[in-house]
């Protein structure tokens, strides 16, 4: 296996000694070409914004090869986005992770002071975007947004070491796929790479400091149905309640979603939620002065024992029903 | 009418002058503007490299009438407008209909005066990008293109650019991206520099092709052929209408339509079709409020499967996938 080492910097030049290890040939000082002896493909470096450098590696090897990055004292993190269709291997702390291919793991983030190492699998086609970030620019980007609001990540933060290593968003995918094929000879290649950049990482930093978390558990379909049910249980408290059957039906669900997405939007099963609505209404009635005695009440309530009636109202008052009666004067009448 | 006469360039010493016609003021990186003119965001951003962007999106509240006099020649503004209403560009004695379903893209010298008119109730979504001249020619000469009027693009006294096109639907695609986000912020920078650089990227690629097309179709064409662009976007959820029926909205024979459609668009009117739907598929995926069924369903696809591998052939990963990482 072939092992070459190097080390990153923000500016073109530290590409002519890793094209010198490799033997590669060094382009414009932005593209690598690869020899054919090792394989077939290309890399591109560019400069996109003061802070901001991107490496974009499309290549198949023939000979394995291990790439080491080494570690240097430059303030950098490194984005390292894969889109190749099978698996990679990264070494960061003598770990490895696998990292490749749409449904593993393919984004890591790696602090320049931590050495890894990159292994591309053989006899397939590797592709990826690197995007070389100075530190002091991401504090800013943090910086701003934790002031809003924390950063709910589980890395670890910004800290002097860290990495991170989770999935792409789709966006992002979509993003790679479309410069995936472009040829990189071509005038509108180097825009086209420094736009899907910075929106590479502008999408990870929306999806990072997501700043008004929806909640997508449930749809708005659904949740019109369960307002709707709630709305029937409101307007029908004088009644027994209708069970949970009849009201998953209405919402057009089975009974299980239905109670779980009922749980969800109202942290109580329906039942509970009836009684508890249809308790509100007994303690109007109950101080409402219009009714001679608590059985009245009861009745009017559509309970027929006044012993459950009283243990419910209790549970959720903490006061005997009696208590809260108030009771209708006679010489009215 | 409020009339307005003012400067761009491709360095920020024109906004100052041009909020205070409008009697606002600049926030950070915002122009505020009185309520009673109109409605929406203004935005600026240097984009480094000599690439200043200008992003609006406004709803108009009077008619406006802007005048556009430079007092610095060295700059190509590259305009994407989609309005929807009326509005007009008067250059070099021609008068064009600009907007979402006119003329979309104009390039136009920095030397030239422009009139920009525009009728109330109109909603302006536009991205300016104003580029120095020695930029572009030195972005040119490194790619080392061909590019045959780069010495006039370099020299102001010999003949100006002027350009009134039809921007492709990738163009519009980004720009629509850039419309979902919410304005202000360093990561809104990052996208809005991100998508500068794609629209240059398309815009030299149309450059470097050098297909000049709308100027070889006539007008009635080519506004028969947009017509039958808004039919289908308008229709987009439902099968494909058949070229036989396109061709007799456009009053044209089938090989004719065929052909024309595919110099505007770039694409056969099937494609067109389908690459819209996947996109509109895409949005609605995005939302999370259907399912990947209930999508294909209401983008009248025959089935599921069918769906599935027309998003993947569009966009390179299953919709499953798409949805399971967002």
């Known amino acids: ?333 | 009418m409020k009339t307005i006469q003012h400067s761009y360039g491709a360095d920020l010493s024109w906004i100052a002058d041009f909020t205070n016609q409008f009697g606002g003021k600049i926030e950070g990186n915002f122009i505020i503007i009185p309520e009673e003119l109109q409605t929406g965001t203004r935005y600026f951003l240097d984009c480094g490299e000599g690439i200043i962007a200008y992003y609006i999106n406004v709803v108009y509240n009077k008619d406006f009438r802007f005048i556009q006099k430079n007092l610095d020649n060295n700059f190509v503004g590259i305009y994407y407008n989609l309005t929807e209403g009326e509005a007009t560009v008067n250059s070099n004695s021609i008068l064009y209909d600009v907007g979402r379903w006119r003329y979309n893209l104009s390039i136009i010298d920095g030397s030239l005066e422009s009139d920009y008119n525009v009728k109330k109730g109109s909603r302006t979504f536009a991205l300016c990008i104003f580029i120095k001249k020695t930029m572009l020619e030195e972005f040119l000469k490194k790619n080392n293109i061909h590019f045959h009027n780069i010495e006039k693009i370099a020299n102001p006294s010999l003949n100006t650019i002027v350009r009134f096109e039809r921007m492709s639907s990738e163009s519009y695609h980004i720009l629509n991206d850039l419309r979902k986000l919410e304005v202000g912020g360093p990561v809104f920078n990052l996208n809005l520099i991100g998508t500068v650089q794609m629209l240059l990227s398309n815009c030299l690629k149309k450059f470097s092709t050098e297909r000049i097309i709308i100027q070889t179709v006539n007008s009635s064409d080519l506004t028969s052929i947009i017509a039958v662009q808004m039919f289908l976007i308008e229709h987009i959820e439902d099968q494909f209408p058949s070229i036989v029926l396109l061709a007799q909205m456009a009053n044209m024979s089938e090989s004719k339509f065929k052909n024309l459609f595919r110099k505007v668009t770039g694409l056969t009117p099937n494609n067109f079709f389908m690459s819209n739907k996947l996109l509109r598929a895409k949005e609605l995926l995005e939302k999370k409020q259907l399912s990947i069924s209930q999508v294909s369903d209401q983008l009248s696809f025959t089935n599921n499967s069918y769906f599935a591998s027309k998003f993947k052939e569009q966009f390179g990963i299953p919709p499953k996938i798409f949805v399971k990482q967002l």
């Not at chain 1, 999806?207 to 249980?233: G, H, Q, R, S």
């Open chain 1, 1 to 333: 296996m072939k092992k070459i080492t190097h080390c990153y910097s923000l500016t073109p030049e530290w590409q002519s000694e890793f094209a010198k290890k490799l033997n590669a040939e060094l382009i414009d000082n932005k593209i690598i070409k690869l020899p054919e002896s090792i394989g077939k493909g290309h890399s591109y470096f560019t400069q996109i914004i003061p802070g901001i450098s991107v490496l974009f590696i499309d290549f198949t090897l023939k000979t394995p090869l291990k790439i080491t990055r080494l570690k240097s004292d430059k303030q950098l993190y490194i984005f390292h986005f894969d889109l190749s269709e099978h698996v990679n291997l990264i070494k960061i702390n003598n770990k490895d992770y696998e990292i490749g291919s749409y449904d593993k793991l393919d984004l890591a983030i790696i602090d320049n002071e931590l050495e890894s190492s990159f292994k591309p699998a053989v006899n397939e086609r590797t592709i990826a975007i690197r995007l070389l970030v100075d530190k002091k620019l991401l504090n800013d980007f943090t910086i701003m947004h934790s002031k809003k609001v924390e950063p709910k990540q589980k890395n670890r933060g910004i800290k002097d070491f860290f990495y991170h290593y989770g999935n792409i968003d789709s966006n992002s995918i979509l993003l790679i796929q479309s410069i995936k094929d472009k040829p990189i000879n071509s005038i509108s290649f180097e825009p086209l790479l420094k736009g899907v950049s910075l929106k590479l990482l502008g999408n990870f930093f929306n999806k990072f400091y997501d700043l008004n978390p929806v909640n997508n558990d449930i749809t708005k379909v659904e949740l019109e149905a369960i307002n709707k049910t709630k709305e029937y249980l409101l307007n029908h408290l004088y009644g027994s309640f209708p069970s949970v059957i009849f009201l998953a039906s209405m919402a057009g669900m089975s009974e299980s979603k239905y109670k779980i997405l009922f749980r969800k939007c109202f942290d109580s099963t329906p039942n509970n939620f009836f009684i508890a609505e249809k308790m509100k209404l007994a303690k109007e009635l109950l101080q409402s002065g219009k009714f001679t005695s608590l059985t009245d009440v009861i009745y009017e309530l559509n309970y027929t024992k006044l012993s459950y009636f009283s243990t419910k109202y209790y549970e959720i008052f903490q006061i005997k029903p009696s208590e809260d009666f108030v009771k209708k004067h006679s010489s009215k009448i």
